[in-house]
């Protein structure tokens, strides 16, 4: 009986020893899984962050918009802004961006034809108007007509644009100014800048007395007044098209991005800042080239 006795009791204490290893072994066990768990939890909800190659023109609207986005969804918006035909040569020696919105559709036709876009996404988003402008908010109006004597306006000032071989806004202000038989005679008073907010800043400083930009960047300083709107048929229509880039890494975020731009949200910002929204059932005609 002895025997038996000293026997059993030495297994259950042997048997008690590894159960409680077995339940410490346990606890180990689920402690580690709930990290590895929540630190693979925190990994997949961490903020994702997108690089915007965007037409300088967008700039305050847009930077209003990345923001009520960034807080909607808690990814991040990373805009580079410049002239369009900058971006567009940027993107094409392999610069990282994921969406690029420009304000021609030229270039982004560009892209496309290099399959640099994803055309399922690309999309026309946004109008403008183009306007003549001068220092100061007491300007006296003009009639930007046929004919119009620009340059005895600008006397031995300069008239700032954008590049107008290669950046949309002056592309679009030079043949604005030939097609009303204006070029030639203010061509050598042109002093021309990388973007139009560069040469927004001209005529803002006073640097410059007259400029040729978008109707919204003129709405963006108080040392401006916009004295003349040149007329719809002088120039293509000014038209914002937008598309992810075939080489985004973050393709589904860059896709959300691009379709807030078409929300209410941001409608409203964008309208607030003096741009026209395309609406989405009509943005297909409204390329015209």
């Given at each position: 009986?002895?025997?038996?006795?000293?026997?059993?009791?030495?297994?259950?204490?042997?048997?008690?020893?590894?159960?409680?290893?077995?339940?410490?072994?346990?606890?180990?066990l689920?402690?580690?899984?709930?990290?590895f768990?929540g630190?693979l939890?925190?990994?997949?909800?961490?903020?994702?962050?997108?690089?915007?190659?965007a037409?300088?023109?967008?700039?305050?609207?847009?930077?209003?918009i990345?923001?009520?986005w960034?807080?909607?969804?808690?990814?991040k918006?990373s805009?580079?802004?410049?002239?369009?035909s900058?971006?567009?040569?940027?993107i094409?020696?392999g610069?990282?961006?994921?969406l690029?919105?420009s304000?021609?559709?030229?270039?982004?036709?560009?892209?496309?034809?290099?399959?640099?876009?994803?055309?399922?996404?690309?999309?026309?988003?946004?109008?403008?108007r183009?306007?003549?402008?001068?220092?100061?908010?007491s300007?006296?109006k003009?009639?930007l007509?046929?004919?119009?004597?620009?340059?005895?306006?600008i006397?031995?000032?300069?008239?700032?644009?954008?590049?107008?071989d290669?950046?949309p806004?002056?592309?679009?202000?030079?043949?604005?100014?030939?097609?009303?038989?204006i070029?030639?005679?203010?061509?050598?008073?042109v002093?021309?800048?990388?973007?139009v907010r560069?040469?927004?800043?001209?005529?803002?400083?006073g640097e410059?007395?007259?400029?040729?930009?978008?109707?919204t960047?003129?709405?963006?300083s108080?040392?401006?007044?916009v004295?003349?709107?040149?007329?719809?048929?002088s120039?293509?229509?000014?038209?914002?098209?937008?598309?992810?880039?075939?080489?985004?890494?973050n393709?589904?975020?860059?896709?959300?991005?691009?379709?807030y731009?078409?929300?209410?949200?941001?409608?409203?910002?964008?309208?607030?800042?003096?741009?026209?929204?395309?609406?989405?059932?009509?943005?297909?005609?409204?390329?015209?080239r």
């Amino acid at each position: 009986c002895r025997y038996f006795r000293e026997n059993i009791t030495g297994g259950r204490t042997f048997m008690m020893i590894v159960s409680g290893n077995l339940r410490r072994l346990a606890t180990v066990l689920a402690v580690t899984l709930g990290v590895f768990a929540g630190t693979l939890s925190k990994q997949a909800n961490a903020a994702e962050e997108i690089v915007v190659f965007a037409a300088a023109s967008l700039k305050n609207a847009l930077d209003d918009i990345s923001t009520a986005w960034s807080k909607k969804t808690g990814n991040k918006v990373s805009v580079s802004y410049g002239g369009s035909s900058n971006l567009a040569k940027q993107i094409q020696q392999g610069a990282p961006a994921d969406l690029f919105i420009s304000a021609n559709i030229n270039w982004m036709d560009t892209l496309q034809k290099d399959n640099l876009v994803d055309t399922a996404t690309r999309k026309a988003l946004l109008r403008n108007r183009l306007v003549l402008i001068a220092y100061g908010k007491s300007a006296e109006k003009v009639d930007l007509k046929k004919g119009f004597d620009l340059s005895g306006l600008i006397k031995d000032g300069k008239l700032a644009m954008a590049m107008v071989d290669s950046v949309p806004a002056g592309v679009y202000g030079k043949a604005a100014l030939t097609s009303l038989g204006i070029w030639d005679s203010v061509s050598s008073k042109v002093a021309q800048s990388d973007n139009v907010r560069a040469a927004l800043a001209l005529v803002a400083r006073g640097e410059a007395p007259y400029g040729i930009v978008y109707a919204t960047d003129a709405a963006a300083s108080d040392n401006v007044s916009v004295i003349g709107t040149f007329p719809e048929n002088s120039h293509a229509p000014i038209i914002y098209p937008a598309a992810v880039l075939s080489s985004s890494k973050n393709e589904a975020v860059a896709t959300n991005f691009l379709d807030y731009l078409s929300s209410n949200e941001a409608k409203a910002v964008f309208e607030h800042d003096g741009f026209s929204v395309i609406e989405p059932a009509v943005a297909n005609r409204t390329e015209i080239r």
